[in-house]
Every structure is written in structure tokens, then in C-alpha cells.
């Protein structure tokens, strides 16, 4: 049989992931690995989540976690989210809360909910390379959305391709991958500009609760109901997740937005996997309700610390020629090369030499320019493996630009 001869044409537009390939490496002992934004499971509350599966499959509890589930999501855990959206200043209720098994779910029903073939989505270069693999297979096109052009040319330029603008997608808060926050000024600004063309805005929040320093921002969502009243009004959906906080193998995320998009993501659940685990979302509402916010902040003292060591790090060991960002939270710092560096050969002669890894920039750009980036995440590792680490990728670049011309 050849596969090849039958496939969609949307297959041509699907690649494997660098992270998920790079994930392999974590079991080589010998690899010091700042890959992928992998939650340190030595955090996890194992405890907690034990009990709150004991306690679901217990007596009567049981015939509930093991059972078929409504597509919308267990209501106890979207009535936590409605109030824990409440606390970022979003006032929404159950019916504008839709779980996803986990956050890239919900961007992949986002571009099948929005996108026909040739219409545009506005993205950041970078940008999250899981949500450009989301929505590659919806056959867009992609504009630069922090490249500050105006409603009158992102129109032109979607007409030329085909379609029209339907939906800007960023994370406002500590981005993946460069760690980068919006300020409240660009926030306003973009959804000036997302009125002004009358389209989505897709706004992913997996990072918005690890914050180690600065003021908090509200979330887009956040702002524009302070504009327009009612989150029925709004045309920006809220991507969140557990995954960086709690735990990621339980894929359990969540969309926050006005009840008629929400009702048509119902209908997308309903055709897709018809709903999320069941005892995997009694799990973690259970989990949620009693030991969130502590350990956030757990996860905001660890990580906080270990954002700090690996700045330290880089700028001790780095060559002259490297930049970085700074960044407030999250999981990342993003690096600029040299130009005639490239991210993924570095990766390979670092690999094989310094024997450390990370993930190479490119793939986080729309059009796969931009190969002199890499990205670092520092949520593993704390001094002796960062300081040991950066010093071995300050070597490995210091030897790629000490190569002949």
C-alpha cells in the first residue's frame, strides 16, 4: 500500500514536532537538556492527585469518572475555572467555559472552528511552533502580527492570498518561546486592530499564573470586557491550561469566551473525541479547589529562581554577538546568533561535542527564516546543571563561529 499516493493535501503541511523529537533525548543521562517546556515532575502534587483518584473511584463516585461525560466538561471544574477566570478579571459563567483536553486541542478546534483554506491568521514571528502545527493543517497563511501593519494592508495582503483575516493568535504573557510579555499598550492596540477588521482574537494563556517579577497584566479577554460589558460581546477566546501548573499527562485545558463560539466548539468536541477524561477532570477540579494557589506560588519560588540562574549563566559564558531576553515568567529565554549561526547545526555539533541540547529557532517562524534563534527552558535544572550547561553551549558556539568562512 502506498500511503503517499492517497493523502490529503492538508498532510503536506504537517511536520514533525523538534520538541517532541527532542524529547528522546531526556533519557541520555549524559545530556544536559534545555529543550522542551517540560513542568519539573518532582513538583507535581502526586499526593493530592492520589487522593483525588482514591476518592474518585470510590463507591458510587466510580460509575461517575469511569462513565461517558457531556462534551462541554465535568460542571464542578468549569465553575472553579469561571471563578478562577473571575480572579484575572474576566466575569464569566459555566456557559462561556469549555474544556479541551489540553490547551493544544483547543487550538486545533479553533483553526478547524475558523479558518477556511487560503484565509489568514495573524501570528507573531516568532510564535508557539505547536500552535502553527495546529493550524497548518487548515491550509492558511500567515502575517506578521507584531510587523505593526495596518487593517488596510493585512486586508490586501489576505485578499492576495485568498481569503480573508479571521483570527489573530498570541501569548501575551511570557510567550513561548521567546518569553516575551505584552505590554497593556499593545494589548489595547491589538484589539484596536482586531474591531477595526472584525476578527478573533485567539489569546493563550498556558503561562499567565508564572509570573516571578513585574506587575501582573490583564488578559486580553480581561480588557476588552472592560470595553464592550458582557464576555458575550467579546471576540477574544481565553486558551488555558493545567499543564504548566498542575500536571501535563492528564490533558486537561480549557477555552473562556462568549457562549455562542463555546457552543460551536461543542459541536467540534462532539465529532472529535465526544468529550475530555472524566476522572481525569474530577481529578483535577478536586485538585484545583484545594491546593491551587499554593503551588503556584511553589512553582513561582523554584522557577523564579532557576529563570535567575540561567540569566546569570548566559551572561557570564556567552560570546560577544549573542543577545537574549529578559523574561518576567514562563518557562523560557529565547537567544539570537550570530547570523551565520545556525540554531539546528549548532544543536547538532552540540549534541555530539558538548553533548547538551535545545531547541533550534526556525521552526517557530511562519515562513522557517530566522534559523540564527534558539530557544532555552529553564524549568529543570538547578545551578550546578544550568552553570555546567551554559558554559558547555557558550563553548559549542564559540567553536561554530571560529569556523573558517
Known sequence: MDWGSILSQRMSRMKASEIRELLKLLDQPEIISFAGGIPDPALFPVEDYQKALAGALTGEAAAVSLQYSVSEGYLPLRRWLA?????????????????????QQALDYLGKLLLSPGDTALVNWPTYMGALGAFNAYEPAYLRLNGNLGAAEVRAEAAAS????????????????????????????LLDLATELDIAVIEDGAYQHLRYEGEAIPPILALEQARVGSIENCRTLYCGSFSKTLAPGLRVGWVCGASAAIQRLVLLKQAGDLHSSTINQIATAQVAETVFAAHVEQLRQVYGRRRSLVLEALAREMPEGVT?????????????????????????????????????????????????????????????????????????IREMMARPA
Open 83 to 103: 471563578a478562577e477566570m473571575g480572579r484575572l478579571g474576566v466575569v464569566c459563567g459555566v456557559e462561556n467555559i469549555f474544556i479541551t483536553s489540553g490547551s
Open 162 to 189: 485568498g481569503g480573508r483575516p479571521k483570527f489573530a493568535y498570541l501569548s501575551a504573557d511570557f510567550g513561548n518561546p521567546t518569553g516575551e510579555t505584552l505590554d497593556r499598550a499593545g494589548r489595547e492596540q
Open 324 to 396: 537574549w531576553t529578559r523574561p518576567e515568567g514562563g518557562m523560557f529565554v529565547w537567544l539570537t546568533l550570530p547570523e551565520a549561526i545556525d540554531g539546528a547545526e549548532l544543536l547538532a555539533h552540540a549534541l555530539k561535542h558538548q553533548k547538551v541540547a535545545f531547541v533550534p529557532g526556525r521552526a517557530f517562524f511562519a515562513d522557517g527564516t530566522n534559523g540564527n534563534t534558539i530557544r532555552l527552558s529553564f524549568s529543570l535544572h538547578e545551578k550546578p546543571a544550568v552553570d555546567e550547561g551554559v558554559r558547555r553551549i557558550g563553548q559549542a
